[in-house]
Protein backbone atom coordinates (compact mmCIF):
# COMPACT_ATOMS: atom_id res chain seq x y z
CA UNK A 1 0.00 0.00 0.00
CA UNK A 2 1.36 3.12 -1.22
CA UNK A 3 1.41 6.31 1.49
CA UNK A 4 -1.54 8.18 -0.21
CA UNK A 5 -3.34 5.19 -0.29
CA UNK A 6 -2.71 4.73 3.60
CA UNK A 7 -3.69 7.85 4.09
CA UNK A 8 -7.06 7.60 2.27
CA UNK A 9 -8.02 4.34 3.98
CA UNK A 10 -7.39 6.51 7.50
CA UNK A 11 -8.71 9.41 6.42
CA UNK A 12 -12.41 8.74 7.58
CA UNK A 13 -10.88 8.31 11.34
CA UNK A 14 -9.74 11.49 11.46
CA UNK A 15 -12.95 13.55 10.27
CA UNK A 16 -14.63 15.72 12.88
CA UNK A 17 -18.78 16.11 12.57
CA UNK A 18 -19.26 18.00 9.61
CA UNK A 19 -16.54 15.95 7.77
CA UNK A 20 -13.72 17.67 7.61
CA UNK A 21 -9.60 17.16 8.77
CA UNK A 22 -8.41 20.13 10.94
CA UNK A 23 -6.16 22.20 8.77
CA UNK A 24 -2.58 21.63 9.78
CA UNK A 25 -2.12 25.03 12.08
CA UNK A 26 -5.37 24.20 14.03
CA UNK A 27 -4.09 20.78 14.94
CA UNK A 28 -0.67 21.45 15.52
CA UNK A 29 -0.56 25.16 16.34
CA UNK A 30 2.68 24.63 18.68
CA UNK A 31 4.75 23.66 15.18
CA UNK A 32 5.52 26.61 13.33
CA UNK A 33 5.25 27.01 9.74
CA UNK A 34 8.89 25.16 8.70
CA UNK A 35 9.55 22.89 11.37
CA UNK A 36 10.84 19.35 10.93
CA UNK A 37 7.40 18.19 12.75
CA UNK A 38 6.19 18.37 9.38
CA UNK A 39 8.91 15.74 8.03
CA UNK A 40 8.50 13.02 10.79
CA UNK A 41 5.84 11.82 12.85
CA UNK A 42 2.57 13.22 13.79
CA UNK A 43 3.08 16.21 11.73
CA UNK A 44 4.17 14.45 8.17
CA UNK A 45 1.30 12.34 8.65
CA UNK A 46 -1.26 14.59 9.36
CA UNK A 47 -0.11 16.54 6.15
CA UNK A 48 -0.71 13.79 4.25
CA UNK A 49 -4.09 13.43 5.69
CA UNK A 50 -4.79 16.71 4.47
CA UNK A 51 -4.00 16.19 1.14
CA UNK A 52 -5.58 13.34 0.49
CA UNK A 53 -8.53 15.24 2.13
CA UNK A 54 -8.61 18.48 0.11
CA UNK A 55 -8.26 16.18 -3.38
CA UNK A 56 -11.97 15.13 -2.18
CA UNK A 57 -12.74 18.75 -1.40
CA UNK A 58 -14.96 20.60 -4.08
CA UNK A 59 -12.57 22.87 -6.12
CA UNK A 60 -14.86 25.71 -6.28
CA UNK A 61 -13.60 28.82 -4.74
CA UNK A 62 -16.73 28.89 -2.19
CA UNK A 63 -16.85 25.30 -1.23
CA UNK A 64 -13.20 25.91 0.24
CA UNK A 65 -13.85 29.41 1.60
CA UNK A 66 -16.44 27.63 3.46
CA UNK A 67 -13.98 24.73 4.55
CA UNK A 68 -11.43 27.60 5.54
CA UNK A 69 -13.81 29.83 7.48
CA UNK A 70 -15.29 26.79 9.90
CA UNK A 71 -11.44 26.53 10.95
CA UNK A 72 -9.46 29.67 13.11
CA UNK A 73 -7.47 31.94 10.61
CA UNK A 74 -3.93 30.68 9.40
CA UNK A 75 -0.87 32.78 10.42
CA UNK A 76 0.47 34.68 8.10
CA UNK A 77 3.39 32.08 7.56
CA UNK A 78 0.83 29.67 5.95
CA UNK A 79 -0.64 32.62 3.35
CA UNK A 80 0.86 30.60 0.42
CA UNK A 81 -0.40 26.95 1.78
CA UNK A 82 -4.50 29.16 1.72
CA UNK A 83 -4.01 30.20 -0.98
CA UNK A 84 -3.44 26.76 -2.66
CA UNK A 85 -6.16 25.88 -0.93
CA UNK A 86 -8.32 28.12 -2.11
CA UNK A 87 -7.25 27.86 -6.23
CA UNK A 88 -5.63 24.22 -6.04
CA UNK A 89 -5.58 24.54 -9.96
CA UNK A 90 -2.89 27.30 -9.20
CA UNK A 91 -0.99 25.83 -6.34
CA UNK A 92 0.18 22.25 -8.19
CA UNK A 93 0.29 19.12 -5.53
CA UNK A 94 -1.77 19.43 -2.56
CA UNK A 95 0.70 17.00 -1.02
CA UNK A 96 3.52 19.60 -1.29
CA UNK A 97 1.37 22.39 0.29
CA UNK A 98 3.89 22.56 3.19
CA UNK A 99 6.08 23.75 0.85
CA UNK A 100 6.85 27.62 0.45
CA UNK A 101 7.88 28.45 -3.49
CA UNK A 102 6.62 32.20 -2.47
CA UNK A 103 10.32 32.95 -3.56
CA UNK A 104 9.83 31.99 -7.12
CA UNK A 105 6.40 34.30 -7.31
CA UNK A 106 6.62 38.28 -8.22
CA UNK A 107 6.64 39.65 -4.67
CA UNK A 108 3.51 41.88 -5.64
CA UNK A 109 1.32 38.84 -6.24
CA UNK A 110 2.18 37.71 -3.13
CA UNK A 111 1.93 40.55 -1.38
CA UNK A 112 -1.61 41.20 -2.49
CA UNK A 113 -2.53 37.68 -2.11
CA UNK A 114 -1.52 38.11 1.53
CA UNK A 115 -3.78 41.13 1.67
CA UNK A 116 -6.93 39.82 0.16
CA UNK A 117 -6.33 36.67 2.72
CA UNK A 118 -5.96 39.32 5.81
CA UNK A 119 -8.98 41.10 4.41
CA UNK A 120 -11.24 38.04 3.97
CA UNK A 121 -10.33 37.10 7.47
CA UNK A 122 -8.49 33.89 6.28
CA UNK A 123 -5.34 34.63 7.82
CA UNK A 124 -3.93 36.44 10.82
CA UNK A 125 -1.61 38.30 12.77
CA UNK A 126 -0.10 35.86 15.70
CA UNK A 127 -3.14 34.04 15.92
CA UNK A 128 -1.42 30.34 16.41
CA UNK A 129 -1.36 31.36 20.67
CA UNK A 130 -5.38 31.88 20.40
CA UNK A 131 -5.55 28.53 18.31
CA UNK A 132 -3.29 26.67 20.86
CA UNK A 133 -5.09 28.22 23.86
CA UNK A 134 -8.58 27.74 22.92
CA UNK A 135 -7.57 24.06 22.91
CA UNK A 136 -6.33 23.60 26.61
CA UNK A 137 -8.76 21.75 28.54
CA UNK A 138 -6.44 22.59 31.47
CA UNK A 139 -2.81 24.33 32.93
CA UNK A 140 -0.33 21.84 32.40
CA UNK A 141 3.12 22.18 34.08
CA UNK A 142 6.73 22.04 31.84
CA UNK A 143 8.38 20.02 34.26
CA UNK A 144 5.39 17.00 33.98
CA UNK A 145 7.29 16.50 30.33
CA UNK A 146 10.81 18.26 30.79
CA UNK A 147 13.09 17.24 33.66
CA UNK A 148 14.98 20.64 33.63
CA UNK A 149 14.32 23.98 32.35
CA UNK A 150 16.95 23.59 30.03
CA UNK A 151 15.19 20.53 28.30
CA UNK A 152 11.79 22.32 27.91
CA UNK A 153 13.59 25.72 26.51
CA UNK A 154 15.36 23.49 23.87
CA UNK A 155 12.82 20.99 22.80
CA UNK A 156 9.56 22.62 23.16
CA UNK A 157 10.70 26.13 22.85
CA UNK A 158 7.58 27.14 20.73
CA UNK A 159 4.76 25.38 23.22
CA UNK A 160 6.39 27.15 26.22
CA UNK A 161 6.11 30.43 24.69
CA UNK A 162 2.62 29.89 24.42
CA UNK A 163 2.32 28.47 27.90
CA UNK A 164 4.42 31.30 29.51
CA UNK A 165 1.73 33.69 27.99
CA UNK A 166 -1.14 32.09 29.58
CA UNK A 167 0.33 31.53 32.33
CA UNK A 168 1.14 35.93 32.40
CA UNK A 169 -2.87 36.22 31.91
CA UNK A 170 -3.38 33.52 34.80
CA UNK A 171 -0.99 35.71 37.27
CA UNK A 172 -2.69 39.25 36.58
CA UNK A 173 -6.13 37.70 38.23
CA UNK A 174 -6.35 37.29 41.67
CA UNK A 175 -5.51 34.05 43.65
CA UNK A 176 -2.57 33.24 42.04
CA UNK A 177 -0.72 30.28 43.02
CA UNK A 178 1.45 28.20 41.21
CA UNK A 179 2.37 24.92 42.55
CA UNK A 180 5.83 23.88 44.11
CA UNK A 181 8.37 23.58 41.39
CA UNK A 182 10.37 19.91 41.47
CA UNK A 183 14.18 20.20 42.72
CA UNK A 184 15.28 20.09 39.34
CA UNK A 185 13.41 23.20 37.97
CA UNK A 186 13.91 24.89 41.33
CA UNK A 187 15.73 27.98 39.52
CA UNK A 188 12.48 29.21 37.85
CA UNK A 189 10.56 29.23 40.95
CA UNK A 190 10.42 32.34 41.81
CA UNK A 191 9.96 34.05 38.57
CA UNK A 192 6.64 31.62 37.88
CA UNK A 193 5.69 32.74 41.23
CA UNK A 194 6.33 36.44 40.56
CA UNK A 195 6.87 37.28 36.90
CA UNK A 196 10.80 38.46 37.84
CA UNK A 197 13.05 36.62 35.91
CA UNK A 198 15.76 38.40 38.44
CA UNK A 199 19.04 37.93 37.31
CA UNK A 200 20.03 35.86 34.59
CA UNK A 201 23.02 34.39 33.77
CA UNK A 202 23.88 35.44 29.74
CA UNK A 203 26.66 32.35 29.43
CA UNK A 204 23.63 29.86 30.59
CA UNK A 205 21.21 30.44 27.83
CA UNK A 206 19.07 27.91 27.98
CA UNK A 207 17.94 28.14 31.52
CA UNK A 208 18.14 31.94 31.35
CA UNK A 209 15.27 31.23 28.41
CA UNK A 210 13.61 28.90 30.22
CA UNK A 211 13.16 31.83 33.39
CA UNK A 212 12.03 34.32 31.41
CA UNK A 213 9.38 32.28 29.97
CA UNK A 214 8.31 31.31 33.53
CA UNK A 215 7.97 34.82 34.60
CA UNK A 216 5.90 35.59 31.23
CA UNK A 217 8.24 38.06 28.87
CA UNK A 218 11.15 37.06 27.26
CA UNK A 219 14.05 40.29 27.07
CA UNK A 220 16.04 40.67 24.67
CA UNK A 221 19.33 40.40 24.36
CA UNK A 222 19.87 44.58 24.21
CA UNK A 223 17.98 44.70 27.47
CA UNK A 224 20.29 42.80 29.05
CA UNK A 225 23.30 44.80 27.74
CA UNK A 226 24.13 42.13 25.90
CA UNK A 227 26.05 43.03 22.09
CA UNK A 228 26.35 41.09 19.02
CA UNK A 229 29.74 39.80 19.83
CA UNK A 230 28.13 37.57 22.71
CA UNK A 231 26.47 35.58 19.58
CA UNK A 232 28.14 32.29 19.03
CA UNK A 233 25.87 31.17 16.45
CA UNK A 234 25.45 27.86 18.28
CA UNK A 235 22.72 25.57 19.12
CA UNK A 236 24.73 23.31 21.37
CA UNK A 237 23.25 22.98 24.95
CA UNK A 238 26.35 25.13 26.18
CA UNK A 239 24.61 27.97 24.14
CA UNK A 240 24.74 31.83 25.57
CA UNK A 241 21.51 33.76 25.93
CA UNK A 242 22.16 35.38 22.83
CA UNK A 243 21.85 31.96 20.94
CA UNK A 244 18.79 31.12 23.20
CA UNK A 245 16.95 33.95 21.91
CA UNK A 246 17.25 33.80 18.66
CA UNK A 247 15.92 29.53 19.18
CA UNK A 248 13.29 31.63 21.10
CA UNK A 249 12.64 34.08 17.84
CA UNK A 250 12.71 31.14 15.32
CA UNK A 251 9.76 29.22 16.87
CA UNK A 252 7.64 32.35 18.32
CA UNK A 253 7.00 34.83 15.25
CA UNK A 254 5.01 33.90 12.43
CA UNK A 255 4.56 37.31 10.23
CA UNK A 256 6.27 40.68 10.44
CA UNK A 257 3.89 42.39 12.18
CA UNK A 258 4.31 40.14 15.34
CA UNK A 259 7.93 40.42 15.12
CA UNK A 260 7.98 44.13 14.71
CA UNK A 261 6.00 44.84 17.61
CA UNK A 262 8.06 43.18 19.93
CA UNK A 263 11.03 44.82 18.58
CA UNK A 264 9.53 48.33 18.96
CA UNK A 265 7.99 47.08 22.53
CA UNK A 266 11.85 46.33 23.45
CA UNK A 267 13.54 49.11 21.65
CA UNK A 268 15.58 47.40 19.29
CA UNK A 269 18.90 49.43 18.67
CA UNK A 270 19.87 50.15 15.16
CA UNK A 271 23.08 48.10 15.21
CA UNK A 272 20.95 44.70 15.88
CA UNK A 273 18.49 45.12 12.60
CA UNK A 274 20.47 43.39 10.03
CA UNK A 275 21.30 40.65 12.60
CA UNK A 276 17.33 40.24 13.38
CA UNK A 277 16.92 40.47 9.89
CA UNK A 278 18.84 37.32 9.04
CA UNK A 279 18.49 35.18 12.62
CA UNK A 280 15.13 35.78 12.59
CA UNK A 281 13.44 36.28 9.01
CA UNK A 282 9.62 35.75 8.75
CA UNK A 283 6.87 36.04 6.49
Not at 237 to 255: E, I, K, N, P, T
Request: include cysteine; charged fraction near 30%; charge should be negative.
Amino acid sequence: MSWKESCRSRLREHLDPRGDLAPPWERFPDYERHTLGWRMGAGEDWMGLWGVFLEQLAPDPESRIAYLRRHPPAPISWADAVHDVLYPAEGGDEDDSDEDDSDEDDPTAVVQRRSALLEQGLIASDVAFTTWLAQQKELSWPWEMYPTPEDAARYNTRELWFWSRQVAELRKGSGWTPPGVPESWRACAQALETGDAGMLDPHRGLLSLARVLCAGHVKAPWQLGLSLADFADSFEDDMGYVDAFRLWGMSAFDDADQLRRYLDATRMPPDWEAWVAEQLPVA
